[in-house]
């Protein structure tokens, strides 16, 4: 191994209801074997001194530890005695603050504790006797890296991991009671993946009261690929060397960086309190969900070089995905270029055709009572922007979005928007991002926020975890549906598809949505806007009024 790096290990284990000492001695068991194998940094999973499922709340007060308990100060035994970093979960009893919180801590090798951190995102039963978390997003220096922490559920709000992240960590570690395994098979990947970070999770796997644990403890690097994992329905520990600078490395390609690219400045809307959101508004409205029932549609098709296809062409397919009766229809990004990258040259050319396209595809509109998304470039007082058009079924463009976050071959000739606007439409409220927008969690979250239902993404793909991640967390995080229309020319081609607000039957969307690779291909579904008002992942838990955003500063930062 390399100087810095070390191998991590991440633990699969079921703890005891109530049972202090019977837990530690399963924890002991666990550091006995990571230090056979030289492991440097061990996860435990969530609630690791006392279980998880309780009576009630004067039960869970019973069984939780302080942080001079028994099992800390075990543990911090552990880690002096075998050289080791420990990571574990636990119930805490603040008698200061009087309250209850499902918290994570590390220790280091001296046993001493560096990292205290209290889970925010709380599931519908964590609710019963833990209190939200108070301690912001907290990351230490380390000579094993800069550590951070989020606690499963956590993983769901894609604020928790960018918070830690932009306060530097290098690695998240993930105390985890994953019931669903959708958690650690996608939203794992995603999270690291955007964030360039790594990400080690230990869950608990077995059965706990009414509760099964499936497993997903997995140790997953900076771009999203898995480097370690532990099967389902098994105890055991996972080991894997990580290298915690390759999370120094934000960069992708054509010049892009995951940190370096963001826009604090169009984010502010994340940092308001709930009921002051456009979201909170819209909750609150009634809806008839047999007259909101939409077909709607990606069309695979572009004008390009590889597969010679003219405007024309489009257009006509655009018109025979309409007469199928698909209401809403989203074109692939840059939709009337011959070719993906777009220079300074080119870009003037489709600013100069953007009067003729618009007015195509408003006649198609009228003429077929369909509403269409046409990205494309629109000169305003000297200056291109990259900007997609909607344009509604009476002939009239109700929305146009400026892409806010550009590549750094665009940036050569574009100017960038600043705003994520959500329109009302015959076919719900809508909200646009474009293209390297989908990396920015932040973009997708703004439209939420901002009220949206459906999310409408026309693309030219850079790599395969947009499509395998991104699409879904992007849609389920906020409760939207999305509309991916993709290039078949671009680096990662083809594979548009529509995902669902409450998500796929399985987790996996390579296996549960086939792509299409063919040029003019119609991918379509059935969009019901009442899925997409209700906010909530599952009973009290909504997405955004749960949601802690006085504890969001690290978005809005300028770095």
Excluded at 17 to 28: Q, S, V
Excluded at 435 to 447: K, Q, T, V
Excluded at 465 to 486: F, G, H, K, P, S
Excluded at 517 to 541: I, W, Y
């Amino acid at each position: 191994m390399k100087s810095y790096e070390y191998r991590a290990g991440v633990v699969q284990t079921l703890a005891k209801l109530g049972d202090e000492e019977a837990n530690l001695e399963i924890c002991n068991y666990y550091v006995k074997q990571a230090t056979m194998q030289g492991v440097k940094l061990l996860v435990f999973p969530e609630c690791m001194n006392a279980g998880y499922l309780y009576n009630s709340p004067e039960h869970a007060r019973k069984v939780a530890g302080q942080m001079d308990s028994r099992f800390v100060k075990g543990l911090a035994k552990m880690a002096r005695d075998n050289d080791m970093f420990i990571a574990s979960g636990m119930i805490e009893w603040d008698p200061e603050r009087q309250k209850i919180f499902n918290t994570g801590i590390l220790l280091d090798k001296k046993g001493d504790l560096i990292l205290h951190y209290h889970k925010q995102f709380l599931t519908t039963h964590d609710q019963n006797w833990f209190t939200f978390g108070e301690r912001g997003f907290p990351v230490v220096a380390t000579e094993l890296g800069k550590l951070g922490m989020m606690i499963c559920f956590d993983g769901r709000i894609p604020e928790i991991p960018r918070c830690t992240a932009l306060n530097g960590a290098q690695v998240i570690v993930d105390m985890a009671n994953f019931f669903l395994i959708d958690q650690a098979e996608t939203w794992r990947p995603a999270r690291a993946y955007e964030n360039g970070v790594w990400i080690c999770a230990a869950s608990k796997s077995g059965q706990e009261r009414s509760i099964h644990y499936p497993g997903g403890s997995m140790i997953i690097d900076p771009k999203g690929n898995l480097h370690a994992q532990i099967p389902w329905d098994t105890h055991g520990l996972a080991v894997s060397e990580i290298d915690p600078t390759l999370a120094d490395n934000k960069h992708l390609g054509l010049g892009a960086d995951r940190f370096a690219d963001r826009r604090p400045d169009t984010y502010t809307v994340l940092t308001k309190p709930y009921k002051e959101t456009a979201v909170a508004n819209i909750n609150e409205e009634a809806i008839i969900p047999s007259k909101a029932v939409f077909n709607m549609a990606a069309v695979q098709s572009h004008v390009c070089e590889t597969q010679p296809t003219t405007l024309d062409q489009v257009a006509t397919q655009t018109m025979y995905a309409a007469q199928f009766g698909i209401r809403l229809i989203v074109l692939p990004e840059y939709v009337a270029s011959p070719n993906w990258r777009i220079d300074a040259a080119e870009a003037q050319r489709l600013a100069d055709l953007n009067a003729e396209l618009v007015r195509t595809f408003s006649i198609l509109c009228k003429e077929n009572k369909c509403a269409v998304l046409v990205p494309n470039v629109e000169k305003i007082d000297g200056k291109l922007y990259p900007t997609s058009f909607l344009i509604g079924p009476e002939g009239k463009t109700i929305l146009s979005y400026r892409k806010v976050h550009l590549f750094a071959d665009e940036r050569k000739w574009a100017t960038a928007g600043s705003e994520y606007p959500v329109a009302n439409t015959p076919f719900g409220r809508i909200g646009i991002i474009m293209g390297y927008d989908s990396m920015f969690s932040e973009a997708a979250r703004c439209l939420g926020v901002n009220g949206a239902d459906v999310i409408l993404w026309p693309a030219r793909l850079q790599n395969r975890n947009e499509r395998r991640y991104l699409a879904l967390t992007l849609a389920v995080d906020n409760r939207c549906a999305l509309i991916l229309a993709n290039r078949i020319d671009a680096p990662y081609s083809a594979g548009s598809l529509v995902v669902p607000p409450s998500q796929f039957p399985t987790w996996d969307v390579e296996a549960v949505t086939e792509f299409f690779t063919e040029m003019h291909k119609v991918v379509f579904d059935v969009v019901e806007l009442a899925a997409t008002r209700q906010k909530n992942l599952m009973s009290n838990v909504h997405m955004f009024a749960n949601r802690i955003p006085k504890t969001y500063g690290p978005l809005v930062e300028k770095r």
